[in-house]
């Protein structure tokens, strides 16, 4: 798994809790802003969700903008200074074909496995909630990731993130689906302008 390589500061662990009786764990990622980006359905619906960074430290956290049909969602740290958190990573264009590293956690331990971006392509699918076709900018990903690894990002040689994987094949081995980076623009914008933290009182559990 690469445990054995250096811990990549910026990913987090997300422990959420209140949608069902065990805790649920997902991925998040420091970017610009101050946000943590992450899949949705992992941390919608839920009463808490708590951030855990490489070096133990805890923080809550609640939702700053979600997209169902993306399953992306922006959460933000509450009081948490800068220098608390790690220098967020940038966002940066996939390429097909091109080496990634892919970073998530193995209970509370990060770990580092390598990947390789097989494709571009647009993945017809459904929202979270199972209910509504919809159509994401994503990438096929050999990698083979495990429950609990969702919202792991996928960096480039620079450091960059590049895709956020959400679902692994049940059908073909070592194959994976990302979300590329790009689909995060409107996200960040819709965050950025919202006043307050979104009611996830309001929203409702997935499956």
């Not at 929202?127 to 083979?144: A, H, Q, W």
């Not at 990731?145 to 073909?172: A, C, F, K, Q, Y």
Request: with cysteine; proline share 2%.
């Amino acid at each position: 798994m690469g445990n054995d390589r250096v811990k990549t500061g910026p990913v987090v662990l997300i422990t959420s809790t209140g949608c069902r009786t065990a805790e649920t764990r997902t991925v998040g990622t420091i970017i610009d802003g101050g946000f943590i980006l992450t899949v949705a359905h992992g941390v919608i619906g839920q009463t808490r969700n708590q951030i855990t960074t490489v070096k133990g430290e805890t923080f809550e956290a609640t939702i700053a903008a979600i997209d169902i049909d993306l399953d992306l969602a922006l959460l933000k740290i509450e009081l948490a200074t800068e220098s608390q958190l790690s220098t967020p990573l940038r966002l940066a264009a996939a390429k097909s074909g091109e080496q990634v590293s892919f970073v998530a956690f193995d209970d509370q331990e990060q770990f580092i496995r390598e990947a390789k971006i097989k494709r571009r392509l647009r993945i017809n699918t459904q929202d979270i909630y199972l209910k509504n076709k919809t159509s994401r900018p994503g990438l096929e990903v050999e990698l083979e990731v495990n429950v609990g690894n969702s919202g792991g990002p996928l960096l480039n040689n620079s450091g960059e993130v590049v895709g956020i994987v959400w679902s692994t094949s049940r059908v073909v081995k070592n194959r994976s689906w990302a979300t590329r980076s790009e689909a995060v623009t409107a996200l960040l914008a819709a965050a950025s302008t919202n006043a307050s933290a979104i009611n996830n009182k309001a929203l409702a559990c997935t499956g």
